[in-house]
């Protein structure tokens, strides 16, 4: 999990999701399911999987043990990272940030990547139509010849008038 998070940034990896072919998905759901059961007080640390030393080093990596509360905090991340990549694109006149590129000490380059990642996924079904918020709508910039295979994304998820 932790270099999960290292690579990722976050501690919410779709429940199939495979990760350096470990079930990190599943295992992280069983994580939360024993934690809300220990609340509950249907189990005792001493008995269940999770013990106190596990919450704790879970805690430390930023687990978020409640996915509503995570949603919320996602969409209002995902609409600073679109504004700051509409930023981006006034600036330097394009959207192709890049995979390292910070803007404001924000990983924007990571972030568009994975807008692309999800995207795709989307166009094969892998992804909800609202995930990789598709059809945002709103101009963010033109992208050039560099971006000439990668219409479609930006077209789709950005709104961009592309040249």
């Known amino acids: 999990l932790t270099q999960y998070v290292t690579e ?12 350096k072919g470990q079930d990190l998905g599943s295992w992280v759901a069983k994580q ?5 059961l220990w609340q509950q007080g249907l189990l005792d640390t001493k008995t269940s999987r999770i013990s106190d030393k596990r919450i704790i080093l879970l805690n430390s990596v930023g687990f978020v043990w409640d996915l509503q509360r995570y949603s919320e905090a996602t ?9 700051l990549l509409k ?3 006034t600036e330097h ?4 940030p890049a995979y390292q590129e910070k803007c404001k000490g924000e990983n924007l380059g990571h972030w568009v ?3 692309r990642i999800n995207y795709s996924s ?3 079904g892998g992804l909800e139509a609202s995930t ?3 059809g945002v709508g709103e101009p963010v910039g033109t992208a050039g010849g560099a971006f000439r295979l990668a219409r479609s994304w930006h077209g789709a998820v950005l709104g961009l008038q592309i040249s």
């Open 132 to 134: 990789p918020r598709v």
């Open 93 to 96: 006149n394009h959207t192709c």
């Open 8 to 19: 990722h940034n976050h501690t919410c990896p779709s429940r199939k999701k495979l990760y």
């Open 87 to 89: 930023d981006y694109a």
């Open 122 to 124: 989307q166009q094969q």
């Open 32 to 36: 939360r399911y024993s934690f809300r």
């Open 113 to 115: 990547n994975t807008q």
């Open 75 to 83: 969409e209002s991340r995902w609409d600073s990272m679109y504004q």
